[in-house]
Structures are given as structure tokens and as C-alpha cells.
């Protein structure tokens, strides 16, 4: 193998647990929530995909699943902000394009920030678990 290859450190237990997240973020935002909108069950689907790609290529772009996060400090939270704030400008611009219903300015925000505080409570989580996990005490052993 060269040495000057680029090694792929994508967390993929992350992506998973995000991806999760997401799914449970729009199945209430965008599926369940009724909403002045009243979307149908094909113009949910097209949204949901379209948000989702535009959220995680945002999160690819901004290196978020390339860091570690149990050495990482406050800068990879902030990136991880930083890339959210760009998906959901991206994704309003994009609904505006494209010819299919929107969701109303405060949906998509609310699908955007909603996602993106789950993700940030998996990596506190994770984080958390790191620090206390000698098994001694009862904060290592949850």
C-alpha cells in the first residue's frame, strides 16, 4: 500500500447514529407535523431525500465524520454548527429552485436544528461514555 494515500477515516458509527437521528427528525417534522403545508405522502418523500442529501453532503464537505470526538474540543462542535447553518441555507435555496412544495421557513429551520441538536447529543453522549467508563463508579457504569 503507498504511503501517500489518503486514508478514509470516516466514522461510519456516527453516520449510522445520524442517519438515525435524521429519521426520527423528519419522520416528526416533516411526516407527522401537519403544518400549514399539508404535504402529500410523494412531496414528503422528495423532501425528506432532498434534505437528507444536502445535510450530509454538508457534514462530508465540513469533515465531520473525519475527526475524532473524544479528543476533540469545542472547535469540532462549531464546525459541525457551521455545516448545519450551510445545509439549511442550502436547502431553502434549493426548495425555492426546484419545482416541488416547500416547507415554510420555520419547518425547515426547525427540521435543521432539530437534527442537528440530536447529533450533538449522540456525540456528548459518546463523549460522556468516554470520560466515565472505568466500571468503578455508577457514572462509569451507565
Known sequence: MSKNRKENNTRWSLVVYDVIVYAISSLL???????NESLTNTESLKL??????????CRLIGHIYGQIWRYGGIQGYIRMIVSDGVAFILLYV??????????????????????LLGSITIRMIYRYCYLYSDNVTKKGKF
Open 94 to 115: 434549493v426548495q425555492m429552485a426546484m419545482p416541488i412544495q416547500r416547507m415554510s421557513f420555520a419547518r425547515t429551520l426547525s427540521l435543521v436544528c432539530v437534527n
Open 48 to 57: 425528506t431525500v432532498l434534505a437528507f442529501a444536502i445535510i450530509f453532503v
Open 29 to 35: 417534522l416533516i411526516w407527522l407535523y401537519g403544518g
